[in-house]
């Protein structure tokens, strides 16, 4: 199939693309590379510089192409940076969402597979999380993404677009070609792996005091590899709506350390620091629908794995794409 990603110089998008090409499609990749990096696009890809906010650059995406479905990335996706300019999140995200499916409407094509994320249900009701919970995003970052699902709805009503919804649990882990560098790092497995580079001194534990049986937070950690997987059995399905994606396994932010030292042999220190604000304190996915319907198996859960494969990467690129 020919694809449009956009956002395929960012951590997920660059090995949604890798797998695309290697899986035998073509790809034209779109990204304004404010926080991707060029040296993240498979040089299989053809590149388009350009942003969903500026629809010149958007047409120049289309402009002699006929897609036939477009993986939609590209997007701001730091819940603490959306509570403090809410504008930019929705000014991207929805603005510029708006703008990618009315060119995508211009242009003929209807299939549309949008990186969303488990953060459109806010604080959830019940652990493991299926996709009939409510959805009450708890700030602008998830707020910004259910807007998107909203509009894409009324398209697929009004005018024959297919949308797939996948929502994200955690992201992590690696290819050997392509990782996570993002600037500020907030996520805690790249966070984990800079003390045992030696690049900081200890691991900041935010919270200890919650419900759970350690006291960290929870969380359902995925592999982008797996990911991708599910994002070319979205695409080639005909199904529609929303997809959770996770294990449906939680580890507790201590797990994760744990798991880490195991991986790397190092210590790890770590610093017990207050809850940063907006943390839900257990967030799993329930993903038998992915499984039943669009045949998904993750084949790479095991927590030590993904942390082994992130650690080889940021072994090799001890200074993200810059080195
Ligand atoms: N954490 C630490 N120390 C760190 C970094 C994180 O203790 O240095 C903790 C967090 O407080 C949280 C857990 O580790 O409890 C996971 O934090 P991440 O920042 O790695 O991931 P989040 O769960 O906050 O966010 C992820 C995605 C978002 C998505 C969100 C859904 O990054 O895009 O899941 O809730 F919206």
Redesign the pocket.
């Known amino acids: 199939m020919n694809v449009l990603v956009t956002g395929g110089a960012g951590y997920i998008g660059s090995v949604a693309v890798e797998a695309l090409l290697n899986d035998g499609h073509s790809v034209t990749v779109f990204d304004n590379l404010s926080r991707g990096h060029r040296a993240a696009v498979d040089p299989r890809a053809r590149f388009v510089h350009g942003d969903l906010c500026d629809v010149v650059s958007l047409e120049n995406a289309f402009a002699g192409e006929r897609y036939d479905a477009v993986m939609h990335f590209a997007a701001f ?3 603490g940076e959306s509570m403090q300019r809410p504008e930019i999140y929705f000014r991207n995200n929805v603005e510029g969402g708006l703008n990618l499916i009315e060119a995508m409407r211009a242009h003929g094509v209807r299939r549309i597979v949008f990186s969303s ?3 459109t249900y806010g604080l959830p009701e019940r652990v493991p999380m299926d996709e009939n919970l409510p959805q009450r995003p708890a ?1 602008p ?2 707020e910004s ?1 259910l807007m998107l699902e909203t509009i894409l709805r009324w398209y697929e009503r009004l005018h024959g677009f297919q949308p797939v919804f996948l929502r ?5 882990g690696a290819t050997a070609r392509y990782g996570e560098d993002h600037d500020p790092e ?4 790249p ?2 792996l800079r003390v045992a580079l030696g690049q900081a001194d200890a ?5 200890n005091d919650y419900e759970t049986p350690d006291g ?4 359902d950690y995925i592999h982008i590899l797996d990911l991708a997987q599910a994002h070319i059995l979205a695409m080639r399905s005909t199904a529609t709506g929303a997809f959770n994606l996770g294990n449906g396994n939680g580890f507790s ?1 201590m797990e ?1 350390i744990e798991a880490a030292r195991a991986v790397t042999g190092h210590p790890i220190p770590i610093r017990f ?1 207050a ?2 604000p ?3 304190p257990r ?1 799993v996915a329930a993903a038998a629908r992915a499984r039943e319907i669009l045949g998904w198996k993750p084949q790479k859960a095991d927590l030590r794995a993904i942390i082994a494969d992130a650690w080889n990467w940021h072994r090799a690129h001890p200074r993200g794409y810059a080195g």
């Open positions: 996706a730091l819940v994320t488990c953060a700030n970052y998830g993404k994200y649990f955690n992201a992590c907030t996520h805690l497995i966070n984990i691991v900041p534990v935010f919270g960290t937070c929870i969380r932010v994760v620091e809850r940063r907006g943390d839900p967030l």
